[in-house]
């Protein structure tokens, strides 16, 4: 008896722990934080600037700058108190250290000019990024150990653990995090990222979508993709990342839609801090974590380079970019172009559009350029014998900000624009003694009001696979200065991109097959100085023709149309046809340039180029053939469109 007392309250002590322990099995308080078993992991994933004079003049012909491409590898280090509770759409703690980038070396694209020159910026792309969704499998391994799941629960789905044991233990997925804890060098784990990172673009994401966003991350990217460099160090961003959350609609706690995060993604490029940017998600039980993997462009960049032409000589045009300029994301964009002739230049200021204040965005411009005339072209030239030049001096105050889905741009700008010979003589008259300039003394100037407007419906605006991207602008001219001239300018521009599967090639990292279309229109209504015609043909209108070969008129129209085609993981192909016409406006142009040139108002052209994706953006060779059976090559960046 006196043994059986022990005995029953040992049998008893032990059955009450024995409850508390299987009750500790299913209670979500007694179970492991994430914190705790998250402590001192690294998860990693993988996704994959200022224009200049250049690229400007190239734009001239077909409104705003539409065209922009890189896939990337992101990794952050995360660190959590054991006792700090995991919550729902809470912010995680990241470990980051600022890293101050001052590039003022390496390779870098130089946008504007489209020159390849001394490195600082651009894409293992063009032109961008990929939004990115990945499924991940379910993993059988983690399923069977309840402590673990446990551990990886939100709060609301461990709230759910007694009622369905089955659906979330089998939907448990080997998540980033896991995986990277697995990898025990940065090869692997780079490799480990690449397989996660995903190909898949945001709108193909439909299972993805209306489901819980738990948290939203911001990793970065170095410019080869890579998350972890080969001593295993995570990679770190120079922006803070509450700035860049600052400037995202998608919040933890929302549901997860596409729509909203294309607009993200085109917030974040007219910041104009980023070459490339990818989205992914994650899946944590059965809400999702959305990654905004981005790939900083360098805090401020240097190129400088040399020229030879028949107009200036021996030209060095020097380019340097500070986007540190100011508060962020302000950014100042400096070229200079000394000649034995002159020199020019291209100064800019850039305050964008920053969401998390609705600050409104600016712009201020000054520029002088030179160039000889595409309007005064072929065998008429000066009494002299000089060919034409358009020497343009002015500037411009832009304001942007967004207008429900569209983007709003209203401009002042200033233009002077005078003919003059070899030696910056004014030139009046051509040698057939037709007026160069509208108000016939050589110089015109322009005061106009701008007004534009961009409907953006691209999948990802830094490297577009599937979608369309409209803009409508309209220039009124305010009659002041030399010519009095009143006119307003009308342009449309519209593509789109139709994503292909005809070559089968799935390979997440190999360029997009597509079809793309360009189709632009324009007109001027009042009064039209020569020099401000539309100029048909040329790298980014009609190839197979030089610029302003096919004509010069009042009003015009331009339809462009490619297939594009991965050859291999860095290389594509591309099959074109381009056609253009003045729509019989020519001779409605003062002095008809284009009539006693002998040009045809009309114009088409077939061929083929090659895209190369390097660490200095992406490289376009192309060959076009025109319908008057004339051979062109045409080495640039980026895509034509």
């Known amino acids: 008896m006196s043994m059986r007392i022990p005995i029953i309250a040992f049998l008893t002590l032990a059955a009450l722990a024995g409850g508390e322990l299987a009750a500790r099995a299913i209670d979500p308080s007694a179970a492991p934080t994430e914190a705790e078993f998250r402590e ?138 896991t995986l990277a804890a697995q990898a025990e060098i940065p090869e692997a784990a780079n490799s480990n990222a690449r397989q996660l990172g995903g190909d898949l673009q945001i709108s193909q994401a439909g299972n993805a979508e209306g489901v819980y966003v738990a948290e939203v991350k911001i990793r970065f990217v170095n410019s080869r993709g890579e998350a972890v460099d080969k001593k295993g160090n995570p990679v770190e961003g120079r922006i803070s990342e509450d700035f860049i959350r600052g400037e995202l609609k998608l919040k933890a706690g929302d549901n997860y839609s596409r729509e909203v995060v294309r607009s993200d993604l085109q917030q974040l490029q007219q910041l104009g801090l980023f070459d490339k940017v990818t989205v992914s998600i994650e899946e944590v039980g059965t809400d999702v974590n959305v990654i905004y993997n981005v790939q900083e462009r360098s805090a401020r960049s240097f190129s400088v380079s040399a020229t030879l032409s028949d107009d200036v000589g021996v030209a060095v045009p020097l380019s340097y970019t500070d986007r540190t300029f100011g508060r962020n994301p302000q950014r100042l964009a400096v070229e200079l172009e000394p000649s034995l002739r002159g020199i020019q230049y291209d100064v800019e200021f850039v305050s964008p559009y920053v969401a998390a204040e609705d600050r409104l965005g600016y712009s201020v411009r000054a ?84 007004f534009g407007a961009m409907l953006d419906r691209r999948d990802n605006p830094f490297d577009p696979t599937r979608g369309s991207i409209l803009s409508l602008s309209t220039e009124q001219s305010i009659p002041l200065g030399r010519g009095n001239i009143v006119s307003n300018r009308l342009l449309a521009n519209y593509i789109h991109y139709v994503p292909l599967t005809l070559l089968g090639i799935s390979e997440s990292e190999a360029l997009p097959e597509m079809l793309a279309f360009n189709l632009q229109a324009g007109t001027v209504i009042g009064d039209l100085p020569p020099t401000e015609a539309f100029r048909l043909g040329g790298r980014n209108s009609v190839r197979g023709y030089d610029s302003g070969d096919i004509g010069s008129g009042r009003s015009y129209f331009l339809a462009s149309g490619e297939y594009r085609f991965p050859v291999g993981r860095d290389v594509g192909g591309v099959i074109f046809v381009d056609f253009a016409s003045d729509l019989g406006t020519g001779d409605s142009v003062l002095g008809k340039p284009a009539v006693v040139r002998d040009k045809p108002g009309t114009g088409a052209g077939v061929g083929v180029g090659v895209r190369v994706r390097s660490r200095f953006g992406l490289i376009r060779l192309d060959v076009g053939v025109s319908d008057a059976g004339d051979l062109k090559f045409i080495l640039g960046t980026k895509q034509r469109f």
């Open 40 to 177: 001192g992991t690294a998860e990693i994933d993988t996704r994959d600037a200022c224009p200049t004079r250049a690229q400007r003049q190239e734009d001239e012909v077909i409104g705003d700058n539409l065209t922009s491409n890189r896939p990337s590898l992101l990794f952050v280090a995360k660190s959590r108190s054991p006792l700090t509770p995991l919550n729902k759409g809470g912010t995680r703690n990241m470990l980051k250290v600022p890293l101050i980038k001052g590039d003022l070396g390496g390779s870098r694209l130089d946008d504007k000019r489209h020159l390849l020159s001394v490195p600082v910026l651009n894409s293992h792309q063009s032109d961008e990024v990929n939004p990115t969704v990945q499924d991940l499998p379910a993993s059988d391994e983690l399923a069977a150990s309840g402590e673990l799941r446990a551990a990886q629960l939100s709060p609301r789905e461990s709230l759910s653990l007694k009622s369905s044991h089955n659906k979330d233990f089998t939907s448990l997925l080997k998540t980033p995090a």
């Open 367 to 450: 520029f002088g350029d030179r160039r000889i005339s595409e309007i005064f072209n072929k065998d008429i030239d000066l009494p002299n014998g000089n060919r034409v030049r358009e020497i343009r001096v002015g500037g411009n105050l832009r304001f942007t900000r967004p207008l429900g889905d569209w983007r709003g741009t209203l401009g002042l700008n200033y233009t002077n624009i005078s003919t003059r010979d070899r030696n910056l003589n004014i030139a009046r008259r051509d040698e057939l003694g037709n007026p160069l300039t509208f108000s016939g003394s050589g110089v015109d100037e322009l005061y106009t009001v701008s």
